[in-house]
């Protein structure tokens, strides 16, 4: 008999009133929500699981992740059922170390403001308290102040010592006291520490003062000091007292002074003394010891000090003679008084002998103690020396003069200093005479002071004519055998020598003849050129020769006087020829002479050797040609040239001066003619760079050689930067020197350009590529045209591989240009089914729970919304309670009827309670 099932209607309307917290399990939370087959599985309620693990286990419900820390508390120990996230958390179930979770993923790690260390947490950190940290310095990796800043950690507090210090130069991380602490790097005053507050200041037994510690003290050792006292405040006594500091010796002078009346702090000697306080008198403390008493040098007196001195001035001393028993030498000796002065009179006298002690002047003088010369006192100043009009001479006074009287005097001339004419002038003594020859001459230039005559006579200060003198009756005048003529004695004779004279014809009045006679003066010699002509018609009276030489009154022939005796005949060197000399030279003149080659008998050579005749000159070609090879008589150019004979190199005529050399634009080289050139032709020409000693651009500059053409690229780059002289191409190009944009070149003209391949984009080449390498490319989408896949198509960049999801959907649809993954996925362009991505390796597929059917992904689900899913049992493959099992799906509930048959014998899929 079949039981009657109770409807479903009716089990719901159970259940809706049905407390579930009497069960010992309440429902809060998100518990509530779920549907109960979720959990009572096959309408099991008995037995039910009521331990999170039971149910959160990736089977029934979503377990641990993989990446949950690693504990073995339950579920409910951290979280709640209000909500996932963690509301409370117990480390004492966890079994990994900290930092498996706090590693700034699954939990908060280091934050960035962290104490640079290599520690674990737990090494500071407890799970119970997690600033209360146990720190340990020495696994920290940077130095104190990256932490002790006073943000991360305690800095300087406001009271540290004023510092450019570091922390570890004075503390230690095992103890922050006793620090090393060095002054090196305080930027304060030392009273900003020493204050007795910071660190100990002034004691209380300091010396009263206002200086600063370091104005007497060093960082490096506090004593010894430099004392300075300008900053003391109290007086000497204060510390010059015996105890403070050293204070008045036993063998101090007996004063009331105190210290400064007399000392300085600059210096304690010298003293500026007073005798103000003194009460003793003088002797008590000027006996030598004490103080200086009488030198040894003192007067030789009894007197007291006080008797001559004052403690006002010591100098100032009164005098009196008439205590005094020795002579006046005895103290008048310049040390001990005022003795005889550098400009005294020298004497041996005493002083007595000339002053009396009532007054020093006028003193009474006598000559017989006097131990210098006269002029060691009559020098002016002394007393009176030579007056202005003395005669000037280097004579003391006694070589003229006597003490006994003044004059006479005798005289003497070897010392006179002056000329003689500052004596003999008329006045001091006899000066020249009315009748004295007229000169300019001092009297020494003729006469001596040993004898007045004979004296020597100079004519150079003679001041009349000749004549003056030699008239014939003061001197010797003209003889009578004299040439007549009008000349005075100084036309023809000086004044050093009679003869020879110089003869001047301007003042003669005869002919030459009426002297040049043969006896009155020189006539023609035997040997004279056969002439009618007079000596006037040939020479001159300014000079015997030349002569000027007229042909006209010559009666011979040429060679009666060229006969190399009478005149210069043909010389040694003359060209060998049988002409007579009118055959070539005229009387009018020597040269040029009318040369005629055809009596020559020699070669060319005999006379144009460089002697005879101009021969090779230093820049001829170098040959061994002789001249008529290349020249004729009859003009000697045109000249025709054979290089055969040439002996030099190229360059020795082609040198711009003998020949044309290389011209101003001629390619700088080093390359003689001969290693382009040959002589049977100038050009072709053979060219070779070997030698070439300018750069390429020299030559290469478009006029010289071919520059760079038009269509060159656009570069500073010489030629010998990309080219090689071997060959032009290929060529090394450097973009270094490139001017303008990558695509002035490569625009597939003057260099490759974009290929009809390469991605449609408006980006210049160097946005992508670098001319170190080409194929390394940092691609920048930005400028890109076309779509994704103009590109992204195996062809130009990678595609969709063979495992992509088979979608029409363009690749910005899920990935960005910024990066590849993570991708914003979205089924509208997939265009197989669900399982051709949904399969386990594509995509995830159906989990080992999943109900087995033979349904397709999409007969349940939809691409919109995952778990809310259209479930149809016609594809199901099982029995019910493959799913209907608790777990996977809803199973039977705590109240069902205890049967073990399947859900199918009862239930319909289609109408559950039918």
């Known amino acids: 008999m079949l039981l009657a099932a109770p409807s479903f209607g009716q089990q719901e309307s159970r259940f809706e009133n049905f407390d579930h917290f009497s069960t010992g399990f309440p429902l809060t939370g998100q518990h509530a929500a779920v549907q109960c087959e979720s959990c009572h599985i096959d309408g099991q309620f008995k037995g039910t699981p009521t331990r999170c693990a039971d149910c959160h286990n990736s089977v029934r419900a979503e377990g641990k992740p993989a990446n949950h820390p690693q504990t073995q508390a339950n579920c409910d120990s951290c979280h709640a059922t209000n909500q996932w996230t963690i509301s409370r958390f117990d480390h004492s179930g966890v079994t990994e170390r900290c930092a498996s979770c706090h590693n700034g993923i699954q939990s908060s790690g280091k934050p960035a403001n962290h104490v640079p260390s290599s520690q674990e947490c737990e090494n500071c950190h407890t799970t119970s308290s997690w600033t209360n940290a146990t720190f340990d310095h020495s696994a920290v990796t940077g130095n104190c102040v990256s932490c002790h800043n006073g943000t991360t950690a305690t800095g300087k507090p406001a009271n540290h010592i004023p510092s450019s210090n570091v922390c570890e130069d004075c503390h230690r991380t095992t103890a922050w006291v006793p620090a090393n602490f060095d002054h090196a790097g305080i930027t304060g005053n030392c009273s900003s520490c020493h204050n007795g507050t910071t660190a100990t200041g002034k004691p209380a037994n300091h010396i009263p003062s206002s200086n600063v510690c370091e104005d007497c003290h060093r960082t490096t050792a506090w004593v010894p000091a430099s004392f300075d006292h300008e900053g003391i405040t109290g007086n000497c006594s204060s510390c010059h007292n015996g105890t403070t500091a050293t204070g008045k010796p036993a063998n101090h002078i007996p ?388 290089h055969s004979a040439a002996t030099g190199t190229c360059s020795s005529c082609h040198n711009g001066t003998t020949a044309t050399g290389k011209h101003p634009a001629h390619i700088a080289s080093s390359n003689s003619c001969g290693d382009c050139h040959t002589t049977n032709a100038w050009t072709p020409a053979n060219f070779n760079h070997d030698n070439i000693s300018g750069s390429c651009s020299s030559c290469h500059n478009g006029t010289t050689a071919t520059g760079k053409h038009a269509a060159h690229l656009n570069t500073t780059n010489t030629c010998e930067d990309c080219h090689r002289v071997t060959s032009w191409v290929p060529a090394n190009f450097n973009h270094a020197a490139a001017n303008g944009t990558c695509s002035s070149c490569h625009n597939g003209t003057a260099a490759p350009g974009k290929t009809p391949s390469h991605p449609n984009t408006t980006n210049q080449c160097d946005f992508c590529h670098v001319t170190s390498s080409w194929a390394a490319v940092r691609m920048d989408h930005s400028q890109a045209l076309g779509t994704c896949s103009s590109c992204h198509n195996n062809t130009l960049a990678t595609g969709k591989p063979p495992s992509h999801i088979a979608t029409t959907a363009q690749c910005d649809s899920c990935h960005s240009t910024n990066a590849w993954t993570p991708a914003s996925f979205s089924h509208d362009g997939v265009t197989g089914n669900c399982v051709s991505c949904h399969n386990g390796t594509t995509a995830t597929g159906k989990p080992p729970t999943h109900p087995g059917t033979t349904n397709v992904c999409e007969n349940c689900h939809r691409t919109t919304n995952w778990t809310t899913i259209n479930m149809s049992h016609g594809d199901v493959t099982g029995r019910c309670d493959a799913c209907h099992n608790g777990t996977i799906a809803e199973g039977k509930p705590n109240d069902h009827p205890n049967t073990s048959q399947d859900c199918g014998a009862c239930h319909d899929t289609r109408n559950w309670d039918d």
Do not use: L
């Open 255 to 642: 004063s009331s002074n105190v210290c400064e009346d007399c000392h300085r702090t600059t210096a304690w000697v010298p003293a500026s003394f007073s005798h103000a306080g003194i009460t003793n008198n003088c002797s008590s403390c000027h006996n030598g010891t004490t103080a200086m008493g009488k030198s040894p040098s003192h007067p030789p007196t009894n007197n007291t000090c006080e008797s001559c001195h004052t403690t006002n001035d010591w100098s100032q001393v009164r005098f009196d003679h008439r205590a005094t028993s020795a002579t006046c030498s005895t103290c008048h000796n310049g040390t001990i008084a005022e003795g005889k002065g550098p400009t005294h009179i020298q004497t041996t006298a005493q002083c007595d002998s000339c002053h009396t002690t009532n007054a020093w002047s006028p003193a009474r003088f006598s000559h017989e103690g006097i131990t210098g010369n006269c002029s060691s006192c009559h020098n002016g100043t002394t007393a009176t020396g030579k007056h202005a009009n003395h005669v000037s001479s280097t004579n003391a006074c006694e070589d003229c003069h006597t003490t006994n009287a003044w004059s006479p005097a005798r005289f003497d001339h070897s010392a006179a200093t002056g000329s003689c004419f500052s004596c003999h002038n008329g006045t001091t003594a006899t000066g020249k005479h009315a009748n004295h020859i007229a000169s300019s001459n001092a009297c020494a230039d003729c006469h001596t002071t040993n004898g007045w005559t004979p004296a020597r006579f100079d004519h150079s200060g003679v001041t009349g004519s000749c004549f003056s003198c030699h008239n014939g009756t003061t001197a010797t005048g003209k003889h009578a055998t004299h040439v007549a003529s009008a000349n005075t004695c100084d036309d023809c004779h000086t004044t050093n020598a009679w003869v020879p004279a110089r003869f001047d014809h301007s003042a003669v009045t005869g002919t030459c003849f009426s002297c040049h006679n043969g006896t009155t003066a020189t006539g023609k010699h035997a040997t004279h050129v056969a002439s009618t002509n007079s000596c006037a018609d040939c020479h001159s009276t300014n000079a015997w020769v030349p002569a000027n030489f007229d042909h006209s009154s010559v009666t011979g022939t040429c060679f009666s006087c060229h006969n190399g005796t009478t005149a210069t005949g043909k010389h040694a060197a003359h060209i060998a020829s049988s002409n007579s000399c009118s055959d070539c030279h005229s009387t009018n003149a020597w040269t040029p002479a009318n040369f005629d080659h055809s009596s020559v008998t020699g070669s060319c050579f005999s006379c144009h050797n460089g002697t005879t005749a101009t021969g090779k000159h230093p820049a001829h070609v170098s040959s061994t040609n002789t001249c008529d090879d290349c020249h004729t008589t009859n003009a000697w150019v045109p000249a025709r040239f054979d």
